[in-house]
C-alpha cells in the first residue's frame, strides 16, 4: 500500500476497467485508412496535480511506441494553470517531442479550464479531423451544463472524450462521467498507486484513435496481459 493513497480492491478496479474498455468499443468510427491518428492529450496543470506530472511525463511515451505500426500518430498537448493561461502545442508526431514539451511545463496554482479545453478539439476537427481526446485532471471548477453540451458537440462530430480522473472528487466525477457520456468516449478513476495502469490504457486509447477496435484488438494480442483479457471480453 502506498503512503499517498490505497489501492482499489482487484475486482473493483476489474469491473471499472472492463467498463472503460466497453465504452471504448462504442466510441466512434476512427481515421481514413492510410491517414495517421489525431491526439488531443489534456492535462491538468494546476498545483493540486505536481506530485502526479512527473509520472504523467514517463508514461506518454507509449502512445507513439504503440501505434508505429498502424500508420504513427500526430498529439497536440493541450493544457491549463494558473490565471486564465491554457496553451496548446503543435501537432507532434515522436514521443521525444511531447515529452520535451511536458517537461517544460510547471504546475501552478488555478482554477479547471476544461471548457478551453473542449472548445479548442471543436475548433481543431473542424479544421482537420481529430480522432480522440484525452483529458487527465482531478476537478471541474466550472458550470458543468456548459461541459456537457461541449462534450454533446463533440460527440455529434465524431471526437470521443476519454476522460482519466485522478482522485475521488464526486462533483468532478458526476460531470466527466456525463462529458465521457456524451462524446461517445469513456470515463475511469485512477490515483497514484495505479500508474502502470493508466499507462496500459493510454497506449490502448492512442491505438484505437489510429486503427479502431480491430488494432486495438490486435494489440492486445500481441502485449497480452490485462489488454489482452480485456479485449477479448469486449468481442463477446
Not at 478496479?13 to 492529450?41: C, M, N, Q, W, Y
Not at 511531447?98 to 476537427?125: K, N, P
Request: glycine share 10%; net charge neutral.
Amino acid at each position: 500500500m502506498s503512503e499517498n493513497g490505497r489501492n482499489l480492491p482487484e475486482q473493483s478496479r476489474s469491473a471499472e476497467v472492463d467498463a472503460f474498455l466497453r465504452d471504448l468499443h462504442k466510441a466512434p468510427a476512427t481515421r481514413p485508412s492510410g491517414a495517421r491518428g489525431r491526439l488531443i492529450f489534456a492535462l491538468d496543470a494546476t498545483a493540486s496535480r505536481e506530485p502526479s506530472w512527473d509520472r504523467a511525463c514517463r508514461i506518454q511515451g507509449e502512445m507513439f511506441e504503440a501505434t508505429a505500426a498502424l500508420g504513427g500518430l500526430d498529439v497536440k498537448l493541450v493544457f491549463y494553470r494558473g490565471f486564465n493561461e491554457c496553451k496548446a502545442s503543435r501537432w507532434m508526431t515522436t514521443s521525444a517531442d511531447l515529452h520535451r514539451a511536458m517537461r517544460a511545463v510547471s504546475c501552478r496554482g488555478g482554477e479547471t479550464q476544461i471548457e478551453r479545453v473542449l472548445d479548442h478539439a471543436i475548433a481543431e476537427t473542424r479544421q482537420h479531423k481529430v480522432n480522440a481526446l484525452v483529458f487527465v485532471g482531478d476537478a471541474m471548477e466550472e458550470a458543468a451544463d456548459r461541459l456537457c453540451q461541449l462534450a454533446g458537440e463533440l460527440g455529434l462530430l465524431g471526437v470521443p472524450v476519454f476522460v482519466f480522473h485522478e482522485g475521488n472528487d464526486p462533483r468532478a466525477a458526476a460531470t466527466f462521467r456525463q462529458i465521457a457520456t456524451l462524446s461517445h468516449g469513456a470515463y475511469l478513476g485512477f490515483d497514484l498507486t495505479s500508474a502502470g495502469r493508466l499507462k496500459e490504457l493510454l497506449a490502448a486509447v492512442a491505438v484505437y484513435a489510429a486503427g479502431g477496435y480491430r488494432a486495438l484488438a490486435a494489440y492486445g494480442e500481441k502485449k497480452g496481459g490485462e489488454i489482452l483479457r480485456l479485449t477479448a471480453q469486449l468481442r463477446n
